[in-house]
């Protein structure tokens, strides 16, 4: 296979205040190896050569396209021990969590070259004369901007319909994650996506721009921070290119009571510190009623103290480091900005003694508006829990943050917990279970959360172009046609 990376040319990535991409583990703090930016004066190339192989792949037969999807999820579940390692070096995602993600990336590729050519059968309007149909048509190249902390599962979203669709794919991924990159692209390869059709690029942030405003690229898809969806929003706007954007969380977890406490208590610590907290759709804000706020609150700090950080390499660690230093340095400031502003410290709230980016499981109470942690994303194993009196204090309380990804409700009145869940400003709402993804649920939200939808049938038609095809006359030739026998 040939690549696409050369060595860099002009300024260091320090100088540039690009980040290298390296694998540095987290557990250890040690980098293991680094690799070369893309060349600047090169990308134009690159993306001609992904249109070149855009024409020729939108050519192939749905079906062919479907059955090289389909083998991509063969050869995941083939190379799961492989890649769960990868991911457990570069971001230090425990080594069972890691392989759970290769399982569920075979599972979407399963699914869109299973579902994929049915979604994307014409659809005829019923009109008055002649034939209307929709077809779904691919639009060009794509730019990928995909973030650590589910590096399989990110790229998939993406590249599981657009493969199928016929759509080409340019990915920057985080800089973190350069060898789970170059492994992916490797297994796409094998499995029969054509060169230029899926490119990874270890690509500057100051080129970004360059790629969305060539000609051939037809849209920008971004999973990341609300400032990283902002910049890239606004060179999307400015060359209009289509764009999906998918921003992050502070999604509440709302208690409207609880005759199975443990079984609530281990549903909120499941979502929170799953990955160690690294997860969008994580329950970050937990919203409970005032009746069974002390056990609950009571349960779940006994389940923060229990956990212990572990080797994420070892299958029995269930809460492993977070992905850099830097990260754990940036949490640890949220934490540290909301006890020094009053927050009370139920659990945790510093660092393990210990090498590597680890933090302690952490709740927080007695969290008020002027501290960091009200309104910013908690992205590592931090909690913050709140009481309330009221379905409407809890509702006010639940929509009081600009964004609105994911929302959790639990409650033995299921009318009741929909009636709560029907006024929560979000994309996505989960009753009486810890949020969670699948092929076939779409993904996205509302607010600083971004938009767009990813996964399921809505995922195949963000980057279609859904065109119309009107022929005058063509239902009554046909049926003078049948009527004479032609």
């Not at 457990?88 to 579902?115: H, Q, W």
Request: aromatic letters at 6%.
């Amino acid at each position: 296979m040939t690549t696409t990376q050369t060595t860099p040319v002009g300024k260091t990535a320090s100088e540039s205040g690009d980040r290298p991409y390296a694998t540095v583990n987290p557990a250890t703090g040690e980098t293991e190896q680094e690799f070369p930016f893309l060349d600047s004066a090169q990308v134009p190339a690159v993306v001609e050569k992904a249109h070149e192989a855009y024409r020729e792949w939108r050519r192939r037969s749905v079906a062919d396209r479907a059955a090289v999807v389909g083998r991509i999820g063969e050869l995941m579940t083939e190379r799961r021990d492989e890649l769960a390692g990868l991911i457990t070096r570069e971001m230090g995602k425990p080594v069972r969590e890691a392989a759970g993600e290769v399982m569920l990336v075979a599972s979407i590729f399963g699914y869109y070259a299973e579902k994929g050519p049915g979604f994307l059968e014409p659809r005829e309007i019923d009109v008055m004369d002649g034939e209307a149909v929709v077809v779904n048509e691919p639009i060009g190249v794509l730019l990928a901007i995909e973030p650590w902390n589910f590096p399989l599962y990110q790229v998939a979203r993406v590249a599981a319909p657009n493969l199928v669709l016929g759509n080409a794919i340019l990915l920057k991924h985080a800089e973190n994650n350069p060898q789970t990159a170059l492994a992916l692209e490797q297994l796409f390869h094998d499995a029969g996506v054509p060169e230029g059709v899926y490119t990874n690029l270890f690509l500057r942030i100051s080129d970004v721009e360059q790629v969305i405003a060539h000609p051939h690229v037809a849209g920008v898809t971004l999973t990341g921070s609300d400032r990283a969806g902002s910049a890239v929003a606004s060179l999307a706007g400015k060359y209009l290119k289509k764009s999906v954007l998918e921003l992050g969380g502070n999604d509440p977890f709302i208690v409207l009571d609880a005759p199975e406490v443990e079984k609530t208590v281990k549903a909120a610590a499941i979502s929170r510190t799953m990955n160690a907290g690294q997860a969008c759709i994580a329950a970050k804000r937990f919203i409970v009623m005032d009746d069974v706020y002390e056990e609950f609150v009571a349960g779940l700090t006994q389940v923060f103290q229990g956990l212990q950080p572990g080797d994420p390499s070892d299958p029995s660690t269930r809460l492993g480091p977070l992905s850099s230093e830097r990260a754990a340095a940036d949490l640890t400031a949220q934490v540290q900005d909301a006890v020094e502003k009053g927050a009370t410290v139920l659990a945790g709230g510093g660092r393990p003694d210990r090498p590597g980016a680890f933090v302690e499981p952490t709740l927080l109470a007695d969290v008020t508006p002027e501290m960091r942690a009200y309104r910013e994303e908690l992205f590592g194993p931090v909690g913050v829990v709140f009481r309330v009196s009221s379905e409407d204090e809890a509702v006010q309380l639940a929509n009081d943050t600009p964004y609105g990804l994911s929302a959790t409700v639990f409650g033995s009145d299921v009318e009741r917990a929909r009636r709560v869940a029907d006024q929560v400003e979000s994309g996505m709402v989960w009753i009486n279970s810890p949020s969670g993804t699948s092929a076939e649920l779409p993904f996205g939200g509302v607010k600083q959360s971004g938009y767009g939808r990813e996964l399921s049938e809505l995922g195949m038609f963000e980057f279609a172009n859904r065109r119309l095809v009107r022929t005058a006359g063509a239902k009554k030739e046909r049926a003078a046609a049948q009527a004479t026998g032609g």
